[in-house]
């Protein structure tokens, strides 16, 4: 009875520490992308539409599995040979090569020279955040750690610099006024930032915004990058969603590394292959000599062994066998080039209800001009909460909506309710 006693007070003594411990922890906001899924879930009216999530749906609003990664799928199902050992800490080396391949170009002089560090990482956002602790500990800041993101950019961008002690600042980048790029401002922070200042570039669709600076435009941004020795972080999570061509997406990225720019690349399978959950995706950093890039591995691998000792092999063993047999990369880039149509097709659709069936008042050519998954409609905060209050339209504050969720069944229904909404 005495020890049963003694049992009960310990532990509600034990309670009432970790009550006290965990006291002063404040309650975070939730993840507003998950938030408004959550919200479009609970929804039950019947017509519905879900424009906020960042993937790739099909007509009747599916998940997609892309036909390649199904026969991928099967092709590891039955190989006899693997096993579930660990991968190597830099992971899956047929991975990481081809995948360098794919974003910077098997010709490129980085490849050949034998100068690029891959990792195979938790997808996109695995590498953003190797790529900035690797920073964090060895970039040669000129003052203190910050990063340049443009103005607006993902949301995760911030934690993720944050979290590793680099400050984000913002770069002029978005355009109100003509719903696109201020260009004019983006160069301005180029020049007015202290040389050897870090700028992260969204490769190619840029996320919110849809809007991606031109060959020209790159090129006139590449010129002053070079002279005040900025280091350029680029982010490719879409490569091959905005044009459907794996390489017209690369171009940014490629035309940086034959500048001889310093710079990296996260790099990400989740988009353009379906992967989401599988994690899929790599962090490149390109050197200036083979030397240099081992060095550059060797303190990656570091980094990398005490975060995830080593990353999964189920997704980078299926994007390894789609990028190393020809027959499948066919196939991939012909997958990728159903989903980049249908989202064009989605946006010349919603041009023409907009212009000449509704004549909703504006100019709506920012909706063709744009590219990738994402709009930026151009709408203010209180119209895009009307639509999701009033409309059960779900779409981000800043009025951000995602072309994947449109398709034939609802995109009709979706022009009207933003021509309401724009009217009032
Ligand atoms: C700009 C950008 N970077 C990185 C990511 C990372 O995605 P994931 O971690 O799923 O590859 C996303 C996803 O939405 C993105 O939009």
Redesign the pocket.
């Known amino acids: 009875m005495a020890t049963r006693l003694k049992q009960l007070i310990s532990h509600f003594s034990e309670n009432e520490m970790s009550a006290e411990l965990w006291q002063n922890v404040p309650l975070a906001p939730p993840d507003s992308i998950f938030q408004l899924t959550a919200a479009y879930k609970a929804d039950t009216f019947k017509n519905k539409v879900n424009l906020g999530v960042?993937a790739y749906r099909d007509n009747d609003n599916k998940p997609w599995v892309l036909p390649v990664v199904k026969k991928a799928t099967s092709i590891l199902l039955n190989d006899e040979a693997l096993d579930h050992e660990y991968l190597p800490i830099l992971g899956l080396k047929d991975f990481t090569s081809a995948a360098a391949k794919l974003i910077i170009g098997s010709d490129s002089p980085a490849i050949k020279e034998d100068r690029v560090v891959s990792a195979q990482t938790?997808?996109?956002?695995?590498a953003?955040h190797l790529g900035a602790l690797f920073l964090s500990k060895f970039y040669k800041w000129n003052g203190p750690a910050k990063v340049y993101l443009s103005n607006p950019?993902?949301a995760?961008?911030h934690a993720i610099f944050k979290n590793v002690g680099i400050e984000p600042v913002d770069y002029a980048y978005y355009d109100p006024k003509t719903i696109g790029l201020d260009f004019n401002g983006f160069i301005e922070a180029l020049k007015n930032a202290p040389d050897r200042s870090v700028f992260l570039l969204?490769a190619c669709a840029h996320?919110p915004t849809g809007i991606d600076p031109t060959q020209e435009q790159w090129k006139a941004i590449a010129e002053v990058i070079g002279a005040k020795k900025h280091y350029s972080f680029f982010?490719c999570?879409?490569q091959g969603f905005a044009s459907g061509d794996l390489d017209k997406d690369a171009w940014a990225v490629r035309y940086f590394v034959e500048q001889g720019l310093p710079l990296l690349v996260?790099q990400?399978?989740?988009?353009n292959a379906g992967l989401?959950g599988e994690?899929v995706?790599a962090l490149h950093i390109v050197s200036s000599d083979r030397e240099t890039a081992n060095r550059v591995g060797s303190q990656v691998s570091v980094l990398q062994r005490s975060e995830i000792s080593n990353p999964p092999s189920h997704g980078a063993r299926l994007v390894s066998l789609i990028l190393n047999d020809a027959g499948l990369f066919e196939e991939w880039k012909r997958d990728i080039q159903t989903m980049a149509g249908r989202i064009i097709d989605m946006r010349k659709e919603l041009h023409r209800l907009l212009t000449e069936e509704l004549r909703t008042p504006g100019n709506w050519d920012h909706i063709v001009n744009q590219i990738g998954m994402f709009s930026f409609t151009g709408i203010q905060p209180e119209q895009s909460k009307a639509l999701v209050e009033k409309s059960h339209i779900y779409l981000t504050g800043n009025g951000r909506i995602s072309m994947a969720g449109l398709n034939s069944h609802n995109i009709r229904y979706f022009a009207g309710e933003l021509d309401g909404v724009v009217r009032k």
């Open positions: 960042g938790i997808s996109g956002t695995g953003n950019t993902w995760n961008h969204h996320n982010d999570a879409y996260c990400s399978f989740a988009k989401y994690r995706g």
